[in-house]
């Protein structure tokens, strides 16, 4: 069974705070991706990738930005965090177009 | 642009009822259309898929069929369970470049009251 963890639950952060969510996923899967989720939105692609070192805008990446370093690992930045990034962010990956497989998510609570 | 549109939540339904959720998409090109299920307090996962018109998906008792002419790819189940409550997004994807990336809908919440 693929495997996609986040490294946290929870998080809680202050205003101005330099944030990393990290994805991890163990079938050498070549797509990743992070999503955010808010009530009434439904889900909003921030940035994906599609290798190592790859890495494309989705349609909310103002105020993000993002690393892959490693095939397995694709880490999301938030580099001087703010409430309006308060939210439920999840990672995904897939093989080629295939299925999303995604992460438990990580709540975040920016004050 | 593309885009999905579900039918406004939440839902509310007694267990054995008939289920229906309403999704209809915009997509320059021929998506493959997705439902996934989200149950509290985990990721989402996927429900069911269809690739091409007419394409009928189904898993766990869902249903949805691939509906070009109308842009539609309906949920349907015929009898819901108590453990049916979850939200439900549709989704879908398109080739060339798209890497497979998914556009959602807002979300569906499913409440099944025994």
């Known amino acids: 069974d693929v495997k996609v963890t986040q490294s946290s639950r929870y998080l809680v952060k202050r205003t101005g705070e330099k944030v990393f969510l990290e994805c991890v996923q163990d079938?050498?899967?070549?797509?990743m991706f992070w999503y955010r989720q808010d009530p009434g939105l439904g889900l909003r692609l921030i940035y994906f990738?599609?290798?190592?070192?790859?890495?494309e805008k989705g349609d909310i990446p103002e105020g993000y930005s993002v690393s892959r370093e490693k095939k397995e690992r694709f880490s999301l930045i938030l580099e001087s965090a703010s409430t309006n990034q308060t939210s439920m962010y999840l990672c995904?990956?897939?093989f080629g177009r295939g299925t999303h497989h995604f992460g438990p998510g990580t709540r975040l609570t920016v004050t | 642009g593309n885009s999905v549109t579900q039918m406004e939540g939440p839902v509310t339904l007694s267990e054995e009822a008939f289920l229906t959720i309403n999704c209809t998409y915009t997509?320059?090109?021929?998506?493959?259309l997705f439902w996934y299920v989200q149950y509290p307090g985990e990721g989402l996962q996927l429900l069911l898929k269809?690739?091409?018109?007419?394409d009928k998906g189904s898993n766990k008792g869902f249903e949805a069929t691939y509906r070009k002419e109308t842009t539609s790819f309906h949920l349907e189940k015929g009898s819901v369970q108590v453990s049916d409550s979850a939200v439900y997004f549709c989704a879908l994807t398109l080739g060339g470049t798209s890497y497979g990336k998914l556009t959602f809908g807002q979300g569906t919440i499913l409440t099944v009251h025994p």
């Open positions: 990738s599609y290798d190592v070192k790859m890495k």
């Open positions: 997509a320059t090109g021929y998506p493959s």
């Open positions: 995904a990956s897939s």
């Open positions: 269809a690739t091409k018109a007419d």
């Open positions: 079938m050498d899967h070549e797509n």
